[in-house]
T-cell receptor, first 114, second 115 residues
Framework: DARVTQTPRHKVTEMGQEVTMRCQPI?????VFWYRQTMMQGLELLAY????????DSGMPKDRFSAEMPDATLATLKIQPSEPRDSAVYFC????????????FGPGTRLTVL | AQSVAQPEDQVNVAEGNPLTVKCTYS??????LFWYVQYPNRGLQFLLK??????LVKGSYGFEAEFNKSQTSFHLKKPSALVSDSALYFC?????????????FGRGTSLIVHP
């Protein structure tokens, strides 16, 4: 049963610290999405990769967030320095790169910045 | 441009009764429409999609959705609700002519099924 995996599942850190979240997309999927979910804002797209190339990161605060895909099996989202307003659940999703294919979401990383 | 609206933040229904979760969309071309469900402390899970063809789409867990082009709607339905259906439901749309693989998600509707 192929699944998207994310680590860590939970992260508590102090303001100013670096946070790295990792995602392993489903083997064979060529699109990867990073989302942030909060009660106030709902589901926000942060970054989108296709064939490991970043195609859209317009939703990501560039001064502190960065997203990369070092290889096809790993996507990373970094926050440096972290701030309390970054507290949220961060989801990774992968899919086959056509408009009519659904996304497969990971279980999320719940981030708390104190 | 593509957009989607879920007009109800919360839907309450009694177990055994039919349920409907509403979704309307706006696209320039033809829409690809999706429903996802999110259970507490879990990621979103795909339920069903409309690409083309039959307007009534059947999906997982007994859910179905009806595509209505004239009303630009894609409401999610189930004939008989279960308490275990209580969750957050998201509608999403992609525009066939948009040139982007990025879907637009609605804000979600919380479905509460009462015993």
């Amino acid at each position: 049963d192929a699944r998207v995996t994310q680590t860590p599942r939970h992260k508590v850190t102090e303001m100013g610290q670096e946070v790295t979240m990792r995602c392993q997309p489903i083997l064979g999927h060529n699109t990867v999405f990073w989302y942030r979910q909060t009660m106030m804002q709902g589901l926000e797209l942060l970054a989108y990769f296709r064939n490991r190339a970043p195609l859209d990161d317009s939703g990501m605060p560039k001064d502190r967030f960065s997203a990369e895909m070092p290889d096809a099996t790993l996507a990373t989202l970094k926050i440096q320095p972290s701030e309390p307003r970054d507290s949220a659940v961060y989801f990774c999703a992968s899919g086959l790169g056509t408009e009519h294919n659904e996304q497969f979401f990971g279980p999320g990383t719940r981030l708390t910045v104190l | 441009a593509q957009s989607v609206a879920q007009p109800e933040d919360q839907v309450n229904v009694a177990e055994g009764n039919p349920l409907t979760v509403k979704c309307t969309y706006s696209v320039s071309g033809n829409p690809y429409l999706f429903w996802y469900v999110q259970y507490p402390n879990r990621g979103l899970q795909f339920l069903l999609k409309y690409i083309t063809g039959d307007n009534l789409v059947k999906g997982s867990y007994g859910f179905e959705a009806e595509f209505n082009k004239s009303q630009t709607s894609f409401h999610l339905k189930k004939p008989s609700a279960l308490v275990s259906d209580s969750a957050l439901y998201f509608c999403a749309v992609r525009d066939e002519t948009g040139g982007s693989y990025i879907p637009t998600f609605g804000r979600g509707t919380s479905l509460i099924v009462h015993p």
